[in-house]
């Protein structure tokens, strides 16, 4: 399964930094993916999976888009991740991509790509688990 997300990580990635949306294509082969692995595997722990949700519907307040939610929703179905955890090596991620666009443009911006954010904090929180 993590072949799936990080064959598709490049045209996600490139298509959220050019746009600032995941295109749903996208989000659909995941899910068609996942679907498959949670009908092998089964879901796993549900208090995990309930947090997970908690975690998404608090990003869902703070305004994080839409592409973004559907993403970490397949990742935290898919795999049972920490969601705490995972959360924080994604907002190590957006912030040093924060620090980086400031830098080059001089200007602090109001809205970034996360799906790179995303993909790397599951590559860190992975490599490290």
Same mark, same amino acid.
């Given at each position: ?11 996600? &990635? ?6 600032? #949306? ?6 659909? +082969?995941?899910?068609?993916? @996942?679907?498959?692995?949670?009908? +092998? ?8 999976? $309930? ?10 307040? *703070? %305004? ?7 993403? $970490?929703? =397949?990742? *935290?179905?898919?795999?049972? =991740? ?6 924080? &090596? +994604?907002? &190590?991620?957006? *912030? !040093?991509?924060?620090?980086?666009? #400031?830098?080059?443009?001089?200007? +602090?911006? #109001?809205?970034?790509? =996360? !799906? ?6 599951? @590559?860190?929180?992975?490599?490290? %688990?």
């Amino acid at each position: 399964m993590l072949f799936a997300y990080f064959l598709l990580a490049i045209p996600i &990635c490139i298509a959220d930094l050019s746009t600032f #949306t995941i295109p749903n294509i996208y989000n659909k +082969i995941l899910a068609y993916s @996942a679907i498959i692995h949670v009908s +092998i595997f089964g879901i796993g722990n549900v208090g995990m999976a $309930l947090m997970g949700v908690l975690v998404l519907g608090v990003l869902l307040l *703070s %305004r994080v888009g839409m592409g973004d939610l559907k993403l $970490l929703f =397949l990742i *935290s179905v898919v795999h049972q =991740l920490h969601p705490m955890q995972l959360l924080v &090596c +994604i907002v &190590c991620g957006a *912030s !040093a991509h924060i620090v980086i666009l #400031t830098g080059v443009h001089r200007v +602090i911006p #109001t809205r970034i790509p =996360l !799906a790179p954010s995303i993909f790397l904090g599951l @590559a860190t929180y992975l490599a490290t %688990r």
